[in-house]
């Protein structure tokens, strides 16, 4: 039970972290409240209370959002990162998800070494990667397309060790009663292993999206036709535009940011739960 002087101690603590998360906040709130404004209110406002305060709803209140969804192909771009990222979730749970469940369950010759290969692969620089896999790609014809983008980005080692840490607490009888109904190893995964790792399966997924979603370099190097190309891409290119006025680079740049502050506020619990776990299994 805690003491009187105890709450008051934690009541002071949630004051200043609220008071705190508000200072984080200024940029977003700042970026919010302009993305509304045409730049004459914008640089008004800009030494003033005022550029913390969205204007009025009323006539042209949305005017760079409309401008920026109809006259570029930000829609477009969006629609490609959101189509792209249901492709790898689903082909890299599977993937990483399988190779992560014969790591932890199947014993196989140098399984140790395989994973050790695999930890390793998690501090080599991410530039020396691409590297490798644009000239892997390049040698196969598949540049600017949908497949050469996809393929070198299923397999995440990170993921794999994510998944491998949770299967090995998963109790092997479960599967021995499986094999007396005639469920073979890979039914097994689907069926049962998969339902019983929730947790991981949405970390990961969550993972992947985000992954997807920030992503710059790779999709960079790969795509050269404009309707392929990913969102912060597109951001790239719209705000690089002369034309593109103020308000409407805070409107492109908070369309970008609105899908990442949703998946966090839905899957916090699920990320935080996910990561925890890969530190509290033994190997």
């Given at each position: 039970m805690l003491t009187k002087k105890q709450r008051g101690l934690n009541w002071l603590l949630v004051a200043f972290l609220l008071i705190l998360s508000v200072f984080f906040l200024f940029p977003v709130i700042w970026m919010l409240a302009n993305s509304f404004k045409p730049d004459?209110?914008?640089t008004a406002d800009m030494n003033s209370v005022a550029a913390f305060i969205p204007p009025v709803p009323g006539g042209g209140f949305l005017d760079n959002y409309i401008s920026i969804l109809t006259d570029t192909k930000f829609v477009r771009y969006m629609a490609n990162t959101l189509f792209y990222a249901a492709i790898l979730i689903v082909l890299g749970i599977i993937v990483n998800g399988l190779a992560g469940y014969a790591l932890a369950k199947i014993n196989f010759p140098f399984r140790d070494q395989w994973l050790l290969v695999i930890l390793?692969?998690?501090?080599?620089?991410?530039?020396?990667?691409?590297?490798?896999?644009f000239?892997?790609?390049a040698k196969l014809g598949l540049l600017d397309t949908v497949v050469g983008y996809i393929l070198p980005m299923i397999v995440n080692p990170f993921n794999i060790f994510l998944f491998r840490q949770v299967f090995v607490s998963l109790p092997d009888d479960v599967y021995e009663a499986a094999q007396l109904d005639y469920c073979g190893p890979v039914k097994y995964f689907f069926t049962m292993v998969l339902p019983m790792s929730k947790t991981v399966v949405a970390t990961v997924s969550v993972f992947t999206f985000l992954g997807v979603w920030n992503d710059y370099l790779w999709p960079s190097l790969v795509f050269t036709s404009s309707d392929l190309l990913t969102a912060q891409i597109g951001l790239n290119s719209i705000t690089a535009n002369e034309n593109t006025t103020m308000g409407q680079t805070l409107a492109v740049i908070t369309l970008i940011t609105i899908p990442v502050i949703i998946i966090y506020a839905l899957f916090s619990k699920q990320i935080v739960a996910g990561v925890m776990s890969t530190g509290s299994k033994e190997g």
């Open positions: 004459a209110a914008i390793m692969l998690l501090i080599v620089p991410t530039e020396t990667v691409i590297t490798i896999h000239l892997f790609i």
